[in-house]
């Protein structure tokens, strides 16, 4: 049983066009073009095209691609914003809005032709907002699943909280969850395919793989394929294994 997976994308709309040519050139090599691609969230925010990462997925699923595209934090702090332009999600620390440019959702506004944030008042911003990003854009990031199993697998976006099933996961934790789930060590009974920390190169702990290698911040985007208990580095020399701790 096959599955790819991309990494955090961060609006870098050139970056997932490379991804998906990697995983076609993969497809091309061994065969399988049903095995689904698992985008594992944040696809907005600090990169210069949200806009166009969103337009590339929408086109991608309505021509029957095979893919899977998680929410992310970014992604539910822009949906949220198109509601209420005051709203503040619960994983920022208070103070700490989503145009902060440290979050980068200036960047995504600007990607729908929506400037000045920092310089003008939440509620202009919102009002332009809501009549700029299309209502495609709005339905789907409404619409995105929290989690993806499949064979030995589990996807989601941050991590998850240990101990706990996956039906009764809460969203804040799928969303934003670090050290109660980075520093635990315990095997999760499947493998947890994970983003939202960013790392130097994907990395295989044991009992999860953190795919998020900082491509919000200038680094690459990572695509890796699954198959069982192997996981793949999908590179420009073909595939590069990633292997868990001896």
Known sequence: MR???IGDIHGHLDKLEAAHSLIAADRAE???REAPVVHIGDLVDRGPDSCGVIDYLLRGIAGRAPWVVLKGNHDRMFANFLVDPDSHDPGLREGLHWTDPRLGGGTTLAS???????????FDLHEEAVAAVPE????????????????????VHAG?????????????DLLWIRRDFLDDPRDHGMLVVHGHTPVDAPCHYGNRLNIDTG??????LTAVVIEGHQVWHLTEGGRVPILPPA
Do not use: M, S, W
Request: net charge neutral.
């Open 112 to 122: 729908y032709g929506v400037a000045g944030t920092g310089e003008r008042l939440l």
């Open 3 to 5: 599955t790819y997976a």
């Open 30 to 32: 061994n065969g399988d």
């Open 160 to 172: 998850i909280r240990p101990g706990i099933p996956v039906e009764r996961q809460a969203e804040d």
């Open 215 to 220: 491509a919000g911040y200038g680094k690459p």
């Open 136 to 155: 495609a854009h709005v339905a789907f990031l409404g619409g995105l699943n929290l989690h993806f199993q499949r064979g030995a697998a589990l996807f």
